[in-house]
């Protein structure tokens, strides 16, 4: 599986935008961009997955660039509920391991 | 409600005595993982299964084996716990990795060795 790069940390206002980067830059073609967030010691839970094309749910949206060597997540109105650590990881249906990093610790500012 | 269950959720043990950390899912997920979280080093993944009887090594399964006998269950095994195994672990589970579907965590089981 690629490797992922982020950010250790981030503040954010409540209320704004929170835009988290991730890179992976040596990403293959059948490779899927997922994002997770653990809050406190809870197991991660999911956030938003994409390929290619750009996503949004009920949480977040993901954008994917064109060469999809990095993407952004973004949570549009971040509350203080949001502060988690937030794990971008990459996955294919060929090679089973999977690769969490340490993440990016969001801190959402009242 | 589909979920992933770990037992004990927490767990204080002495050095050498052997221990299992059951996980179980009831959504028929092929693939099961078991994963430790220490501070500053993220979480790592111990080992994975990807079917009944069918299991592999992560990036750090030395002191652990695993058992995959029923779909459903992936019990962790400690059979000489070390202080260095004193963590916080998950448990996971999700369809086979390339359906772009989305991995289920346990709550953890935090494990203190003596």
Not at chain 1, 7 to 28: F, K, Q, V, W, Y
Not at chain 2, 10 to 33: D, P
Not at chain 2, 72 to 100: D, H, K, M
């Amino acid at each position: 599986d690629a490797k992922t790069t982020q950010p250790p940390s981030m503040d954010c206002a409540e209320g704004r935008a929170a835009n988290l980067p991730c890179n992976h830059s040596t990403i293959s073609g059948n490779e899927y961009v997922y994002w997770y967030r653990q809050i406190h010691s809870q197991g991660p839970q999911y956030i938003i997955h994409g390929l290619k094309n750009n996503e949004t749910n009920e949480m977040a949206s993901l954008i994917i660039t064109e060469d999809r060597k990095s993407s952004t997540l973004i949570l549009p109105h971040a509350t203080l509920r949001d502060t988690a650590v937030y794990y971008c990881i990459v996955r294919s249906g060929g090679y089973q391991k999977v690769t969490f990093g340490i993440g990016t610790k969001l801190q959402v500012i009242p | 409600e589909a979920q992933v269950t770990q037992n004990p959720r927490y767990l204080i043990t002495v050095t050498g005595k052997k221990l299992t950390v059951t996980c179980s899912q009831n959504m028929n997920h092929e693939y099961m993982s078991w994963y430790r979280q220490d501070p500053g080093l993220g979480l790592r993944q111990i080992y994975y299964s990807m079917n009944v009887e069918v299991t592999d090594k992560g990036d750090v399964p030395e002191g652990y084996k695993v058992s995959r006998k029923e779909k459903r269950n992936f019990p962790l095994i400690l059979e000489s716990p070390s202080p260095n195994q004193t963590s916080l672990y998950f448990c996971a589970s999700s369809p086979l990795p390339g359906t772009s579907a989305e991995a289920f965590f346990g709550q953890g089981t935090r494990l203190t060795v003596v």
